[in-house]
């Protein structure tokens, strides 16, 4: 008897503690995140109305060093776009307006510069402990494909998030963002 209390003790801090069955898979995803200094390449950015047609592609080069935890986006199209999370603050420039955010104080864009960040960084479990989401993982040809469902429904947030990495080198490919609105952005590596 004091094994099944003791056993049923366990899975309930277990449980409660919200730990991240292992997987090999997001195991090695994360492995190959922490020996990866920098990132640096073009990116097309689209998104796509609620019926899946796209209503707007933009181009650019980014950045992403691990060491600073740094995401830095620069448009070529639109010229002058620029999005920036760089620790507690979190830049952006649209249409020639910039704007600049603390992250300490707006829960929302701290919210999405993790995202973000820990997205290119590949940090699976921690994306999944941010987020109140059941995880999913799923083998292509070339690909990893790692799916975060949210479990309960958030006036500003995703209700499914679709991060794509490359089996060889383990680095994010793509990234898509999809709202309860049924509108998404995706973003891609070239």
């Known amino acids: 008897m004091k094994k099944i209390t003791t056993l049923l003790l366990l899975l309930t801090l277990a449980l409660s503690a919200n730990i991240i069955y292992a997987d090999p898979i997001i195991d090695k995803i994360e492995a190959a995140g922490k020996k990866r200094a920098k990132i640096t390449g073009q990116f097309t950015q689209k998104k796509a109305g609620k019926d899946g047609k ?8 980014l950045t ?9 986006m620069k448009y070529d199209i639109p010229k002058g776009d620029y999005f920036c999370t760089d620790n507690d603050k979190m830049t952006m420039t649209k249409s020639g307006k910039k704007m600049e955010f603390d992250l300490k104080k707006n829960a929302l864009m701290h919210s999405l510069g993790n995202l973000l960040t820990n997205s290119f960084a590949g940090k699976i479990s921690q994306i999944e402990k941010d987020n109140s989401v059941t995880v999913a993982v799923k083998t292509e040809k070339e690909n990893y494909v790692i799916t975060f469902t949210s479990t309960k429904k958030v006036v500003k947030g995703y209700s499914c998030i679709v991060l794509t990495y490359d089996k060889t080198s383990l680095q994010l490919k793509k990234m898509k963002l999809e709202e309860w609105t049924g509108q998404s952005t995706t973003y891609e590596l070239n």
């Open 54 to 61: 796209i209503t707007d592609t933009k181009k650019g080069n």
């Open 64 to 72: 992403y060093t691990l060491s600073d935890n740094k995401l830095e």
